[in-house]
């Protein structure tokens, strides 16, 4: 009897404790600035019927920690062990903020930025930043900003102006110059270089539908990926979600997914969005 009691009691006890949920992160931008500080921000979508996000923090030290949802309404949160736990509520996205000093070092007039993520991310620089060296290809450059792929990544510059005083500083910034472009250049040009020897040898519907079943994957994403392979490797989001019948918000999640995966490339239009195949 007692037994059972306990057992009851665990039950409820279960029931009753918030659910800690999976989700995913949309979005992870880091925008640095001069003095070596960056601003850090997530955006992340909550799993369906969440009650509670844990996000585990980038850096050691945390400054103007901001949780907000959607529409900009603040939610509640607690801070602990380089932790967050949000209470997340009905929100369908929630936005995350903070200030660090930890992700870059200074060694000389060289800055680098050390970020470890199992997620995507991207780097905006100081408009006076000039790149030296990356650790990976990156999968986007846009003017200052830099895309790079999940992992242990770092990326190094220098700031125009602000090195070592004299001939020897001032002569050493158009090496530095030539050294970023070329590692940039040269870094697009292989990636670009991958992509044409990908799409040179473009696999059969039965060769791609059984590269399909190696993979996790669940036949909702399958079905996706199969269907923009037969409409020749893009299509708009819309009708990819018209016809493996999905609503919306599950249709977004599920590309943000595949997306995370290195599996799509989702390409913002001016009408509508467009996924295309990157494997």
């Known amino acids: 009897m007692r037994l059972r ?3 009851v009691f665990l039950m409820a006890t279960l029931i009753l404790l918030p659910w800690v949920s999976a989700y995913t992160v949309s979005s992870l931008v880091l925008t640095v600035y001069d003095d070596g500080y960056v601003k850090v921000e997530y955006e992340i979508l909550p799993a369906e019927y969440a009650s509670q996000i844990e996000l585990p923090l980038i850096g050691d030290h945390y400054e103007n920690v901001i949780v907000e949802d959607e529409d900009g ?5 607690l801070l602990e062990n380089g932790s967050l736990l949000i209470y997340s509520g ?6 995350v903020s903070y200030y660090t000093p930890d992700l ?6 060289v800055w680098t930025l050390h970020v470890a993520t199992n997620d995507s991310f991207t780097v905006v620089l100081p408009e006076n930043a000039i790149v030296v060296d990356l650790s990976d290809i990156p999968l986007e450059i846009a003017g200052n900003s830099i895309t790079m ?4 990544q770092s990326v190094s510059y220098t700031l125009n102006g602000r090195g070592v005083g004299g001939e020897s500083g001032a002569g050493s910034l158009p090496y530095l110059a ?16 991958r992509k044409k ?9 039965e060769e791609f539908q059984a590269r399909l079943e190696n993979l996790d994957l669940n036949e909702e994403e399958k079905r996706a990926l199969l269907y923009i392979f037969d409409k020749g490797g893009k299509a708009s989001q819309a009708e990819v979600r018209e016809a493996i019948g999905l609503p919306k918000t599950t249709a977004w999640r599920m590309f943000k997914r595949l997306e995370r995966k290195g599996l799509v490339k989702v390409l913002k ?10 494997f």
Do not use: C, H
């Not at 309404?73 to 949160?77: D, G, R, T, Y």
């Not at 070329?182 to 697009?188: D, I, Y």
């Open 178 to 193: 030539l050294l970023g472009g070329l590692a940039v250049v040269g870094g697009s040009a292989y990636a670009l270089w």
């Open 197 to 205: 020897r990908g799409q040179s040898s473009m696999p059969t519907r």
């Open 149 to 152: 792929p999940p992992g242990n």
């Open 104 to 109: 870059t070092a200074k060694e000389g007039m």
């Open 90 to 95: 009905d929100a369908g996205i929630v936005k």
């Open 269 to 278: 239009g001016r009408k509508e969005n467009w996924v295309e195949l990157r």
């Open 73 to 77: 309404n603040p939610l509640n949160f």
């Open 5 to 7: 009691q306990v057992a």
